[in-house]
């Protein structure tokens, strides 16, 4: 299938280690985020999402955290599986609208 | 359940060709949007449906792009005289609604390559 990500920025983490990807967005506007996870030859995936009027969401394993002062977002993931290798996602919403703006993503490449 | 589908998952086509890219949203979705992705990049938006009306295409890049979606369920993106810029993965989601009801659910998307 087609590769994603060829260009992208690379964190390498060691098996069972915790993952920190990080997204700066653009529009002080947006009222929703969503961390989305792509792997070669499939479309993105939903993980994980958090509205404009929280600073911290938890899920299984993995943890979205925003910070609107300083308009960033990270993706915090727990004891990192190699099934978690693909290129990760950021994008927002911005209010009242429907359409989602990705960023440039970053590839997660777990090391056995 | 079955989720979005996308067909054909690869087309290649000639400078100048058209070419029609299919979406089966999930069965019931209202809202429904096409995506274009190049390689290395994260997906831009190109269109939005709910149900039959097309509400926002502002994401298409010229109008060479058509996209329609008749009956409120299936799409099709239509690229007239294809050229090379066109080369990408063309992404659709779909949404159990619009406004207020938030995640977007994506197909596999198809690869387009013009030569």
């Known amino acids: 299938g087609e590769s994603v990500g060829l260009h992208l920025p690379t964190l390498s983490v060691q098996e069972g280690d915790n993952s920190i990807i990080n997204c700066a967005y653009s529009?002080?506007?947006?009222?929703?985020f969503i961390w989305y996870k792509q792997e070669s030859g499939k479309g993105p995936q939903f993980i994980i999402d958090?509205?404009?009027?929280?600073d911290k969401r938890q899920g299984q394993r993995v943890t979205v955290l925003l910070n609107k002062t300083v308009k960033h977002l990270s993706l915090q993931i727990a004891a990192t599986q190699p099934g978690d290798s693909a290129v990760y996602f950021c994008?927002?919403?911005?209010?009242?609208?429907?359409?989602?703006?990705f960023g440039s993503g970053t590839r997660l490449l777990v090391r056995p | 359940g079955a989720g979005v589908s996308q067909s054909p998952r690869y087309k290649v086509a000639k400078r100048g060709q058209d070419v029609a890219l299919r979406c089966d949203p999930i069965?019931?979705?209202?809202?429904l949007f096409w995506y274009q992705q190049a390689l290395g990049q994260g997906p831009e938006f190109l269109t939005y449906?709910?149900?039959?009306?097309?509400?926002?295409k502002s994401g298409l890049p010229s109008d060479r792009f058509f996209a329609e979606r008749p009956e409120g369920s299936v799409s099709t993106l239509k690229i007239q005289r294809t050229q090379q810029e066109d080369s990408a993965v063309y992404l659709c989601?779909?949404?159990?609604?619009?406004?207020?009801?938030?995640?977007?659910?994506f197909g596999p998307g198809t690869r387009l390559t013009v030569t």
């Open positions: 989601a779909s949404s159990l609604a619009g406004y207020g009801a938030y995640e977007q659910y």
């Open positions: 529009n002080s506007a947006s009222d929703y």
């Open positions: 958090i509205r404009s009027n929280m």
């Open positions: 994008a927002e919403r911005p209010d009242s609208s429907y359409k989602l703006i």
């Open positions: 069965s019931g979705h209202v809202s």
């Open positions: 449906f709910q149900n039959e009306a097309q509400l926002d």
